[in-house]
């Protein structure tokens, strides 16, 4: 691995979205940091953004296995505007897999945020070269089996059923699922249906703490300490588990640092980790 400190000028940043988020979510935060590197690239998951669905339920494994198409695709497509339009030809990805780099992407920073964080650390681990640094804000990486909360929520998700369907109008349902998911702390769930639905409730129980040792490339853990998502412990946590980490706090930063109110906070902490040797 380079151990030179490298200009960011020179990087790309490609960003990995969390549950619920796109490209378009990140659009401010992409234009504030693109005047620092070569390129900042948002790469939609499934089920977001530009990126339908899958056919079969997905997990974090699969999801970290598109990721890297798509790293791939970038890689092989003469920068991030090849990536741009790498979507259109979606059906050409499958190809992909057989390319491979022989050195490290010493060019690429991958960051992810919340479940994106999940989908990098499974990428990082699998695939040790897809990227020279890593950078985890928010990451949901620690998941809590919590049988007493899913017990729990899977009672009231019975009765409030139940007693949804006696409301009289529809307005009145929807906020009241609304209510019954943010008590159960997953408003996420909320949000979802079909096989989009299945998906959450499959990657919310795929812990990945066992991973982080594995980790061997330069990782910084960004996290803020109101975040009510992934609590701060959590991201202490993930920092103590990973080799090395170095571990930056955002004092009064809430899930999302990348908007306007942390967003100049967490890309000084991006350039700050960049420009220091590895």
């Not at 000028?9 to 940091?33: K, M």
Request: charge should be positive; include cysteine; glycine fraction near 6%.
């Amino acid at each position: 691995m380079n151990s030179e400190s490298v200009s960011p000028e020179n990087l790309q940043l490609i960003i990995l979205p969390g549950w619920g988020g796109s490209h378009e979510t990140w659009v401010d935060f992409v234009a504030l940091a693109k005047p620092h590197f070569q390129d900042v690239v948002v790469i939609d998951l499934p089920c977001f953004g530009d990126e339908p669905c899958p056919k079969d339920v997905w997990g974090v494994e699969e999801y970290a296995n598109f990721a890297k198409k798509r790293i791939d695709s970038l890689r092989h497509s003469e920068g991030p505007k090849g990536l741009e339009e790498s979507r259109e030809k979606q059906r050409d990805l499958s190809t992909l897999d057989s390319l491979r780099s022989s050195s490290i992407r010493d060019d690429i920073i991958l960051l992810g945020h919340s479940f994106g964080g999940a989908v990098a650390t499974q990428l990082v681990v699998t695939n040790p070269d897809i990227a020279s640094k890593l950078i985890l804000s928010g990451a949901a990486v620690i998941r809590p089996k919590n049988y007493l909360r899913r017990c729990i929520f899977g009672t009231m998700a019975k009765i409030g059923k139940l007693l949804i369907t006696i409301l009289p109008s529809q307005k009145l349902k929807n906020l009241a699922k609304k209510v019954l998911y943010q008590v159960a702390d997953s408003p996420d769930f909320s949000k979802t249906n079909g096989t989009k639905r299945d998906i959450f409730k499959k990657i919310i129980r795929q812990d990945l703490q066992h991973l982080l040792p594995s980790i061997s490339i330069p990782t910084c853990v960004i996290q803020g300490t109101d975040d009510t998502y992934v609590p701060f412990r959590h991201g202490k946590r993930i920092a103590e588990g990973i080799r090395s980490a170095s571990f930056v706090v955002i004092e009064k930063g809430r899930h999302g640092l990348h908007l306007k109110k942390n967003a100049d906070a967490m890309l000084s902490a991006i350039l700050e980790f960049c420009t220091t040797s590895s």
